[in-house]
């Protein structure tokens, strides 16, 4: 252990925090899913598994390790196909599939940095529309790309960010 004069050693105690925050996302998957097994927790384990084995197709198409960045992407698209299918369950009336899919969805949403509020949304299409001068559904391309560029890095439901266009435009 290193010793400097004046300084408190290095305790395991002290470092986890630093630990913990070096971890890749992927690394903070794979611990996880391994204290959900050993929790017996079977619902969390399979939703991890199912992740783990998104990212390593991801990781062999791009014929490497993804970066955090690529991982948060890859679990949107993973939320992003939770909610299509929930949408899909409801339709058919299949109440039980709909709720595992949610329950998926929020163990996945664990590992993804907080979601833009409706009011978030809101305030950056406000924002966007005074920055394009858009007055028509015309011009909701531009609007959207504004709006999302203010998003950026805050993860924002897509149909809400159109919903909530299409609404102030129209």
Same mark, same amino acid.
């Given at each position: 252990?290193?010793?400097?004069?004046?300084?408190?050693?290095?305790?395991?105690?002290?470092?986890?925090?630093?630990?913990?925050?070096?971890?890749?996302?992927?690394?903070?998957?794979?611990?996880?899913?391994?204290?959900?097994?050993?929790?017996?927790?079977?619902?969390?384990?399979?939703?991890?598994?199912?992740?783990?084995?998104?990212?390593?197709?991801?990781?062999?198409?791009?014929?490497?390790?993804?970066?955090?960045?690529?991982?948060?992407?890859?679990?949107?698209?993973?939320?992003?196909?939770?909610?299509?299918?929930?949408?899909?369950?409801?339709? +058919?009336?299949? =109440?039980? @599939? *709909?709720?595992?899919?949610?329950?998926?969805? #929020? /163990?996945? $949403?664990?590992?993804?940095? %907080?979601?833009?509020?409706?009011?978030?949304?809101?305030?950056?299409?406000?924002?966007?529309?005074?920055?394009?001068?858009?007055?028509?559904?015309?011009?909701?391309?531009?609007?959207?790309? +504004?709006?999302? =560029?203010? @998003? *950026?890095?805050?993860?924002?439901?897509?149909? #809400? /960010?159109? $919903?909530?266009?299409?609404? %102030?435009?129209?």
């Amino acid at each position: 252990m290193l010793r400097f004069p004046g300084a408190r050693p290095l305790t395991p105690d002290a470092l986890f925090p630093v630990i913990i925050s070096a971890m890749s996302l992927k690394e903070r998957i794979v611990g996880d899913m391994t204290a959900a097994m050993k929790a017996k927790d079977a619902a969390r384990t399979s939703t991890l598994r199912m992740v783990k084995a998104a990212v390593q197709n991801r990781e062999i198409e791009k014929g490497g390790e993804l970066s955090d960045e690529e991982m948060t992407k890859a679990l949107q698209s993973l939320v992003k196909q939770r909610r299509d299918s929930v949408e899909q369950y409801e339709k +058919a009336g299949r =109440a039980e @599939l *709909a709720e595992k899919e949610r329950a998926e969805i #929020a /163990v996945i $949403e664990e590992y993804l940095p %907080r979601a833009a509020t409706r009011e978030e949304i809101e305030r950056a299409v406000e924002e966007a529309v005074a920055e394009t001068g858009a007055t028509s559904m015309k011009e909701m391309g531009a609007v959207m790309r +504004a709006a999302q =560029a203010r @998003l *950026a890095g805050r993860p924002a439901d897509g149909r #809400a /960010v159109s $919903e909530i266009v299409r609404a %102030r435009l129209s």
